[in-house]
């Protein structure tokens, strides 16, 4: 039993570690989202805008302007930029995720192992506590002079610790 506090310790420490990795890698998560978004809108952008001069320099009036071309290298070249800085920043959103995902794994085992722990706990307690009634109730060799033998409460005690180990086993096998 003096064991239960120190491991209850342990995985509480374990548990705040990981969830501080967690929300650190959240806020980075909500920076890159954002990065992410706004690199995709750029692109975008850029993709009307080369369209759009592709559209002006295919024209009859504006056809063999040098400004026009200009422009549409400097579109092109932009749109280029940004679909590269989209699957750069979309890969270390990836990369984040993938991180968070690992965490949140040992998360959830940590707070099973804590409820199995605390489960055990208090089977073990209402085990010593039965133990306590059924001793009080047939009589301990400190607290009885003469001991009657009493078979049928004999039979009965011993149903008792039987059905008491067999519900703790059942805890345990369910709760693999």
């Known amino acids: 039993m003096d064991n239960y506090t120190e491991f209850m310790q342990r995985l509480k420490a374990a548990e705040a570690s990981l969830k501080s990795r967690q929300d650190a890698l959240g806020h980075v998560r909500a920076i890159v989202s954002a990065a992410l978004k706004d690199n995709d ?5 850029w993709v009307g805008r080369r ?3 592709e559209d002006l320099t295919g024209s009859q009036g504006m056809a ?24 750069r920043v979309g890969s270390r959103l990836t990369a984040i995720n993938h991180r968070l995902d690992e965490i949140a794994r040992p998360l959830r085992d ?9 489960s055990s706990r208090r ?7 039965l133990s306590r009634a059924v001793q009080g109730l047939a009589g301990t060799a400190e607290g009885v002079e003469t001991v009657t033998l009493d078979a049928g409460l004999q039979a009965d005690v011993k149903a008792a610790r039987e059905a008491v180990v067999l519900a703790e086993a059942l805890l345990e096998v369910k709760g693999d």
């Open 51 to 53: 369209v759009q001069l």
């Open 110 to 118: 940590l707070q099973i192992s804590k409820e199995k722990l605390a």
């Open 123 to 129: 089977v073990a307690e209402e085990r010593e506590n």
């Open 41 to 45: 809108y750029g692109h975008r952008e």
């Open 64 to 87: 063999g302007r040098t400004g026009l071309s200009e422009l549409l290298a400097v579109a092109s070249n932009m749109e280029s930029v940004f679909e590269a800085r989209c699957v």
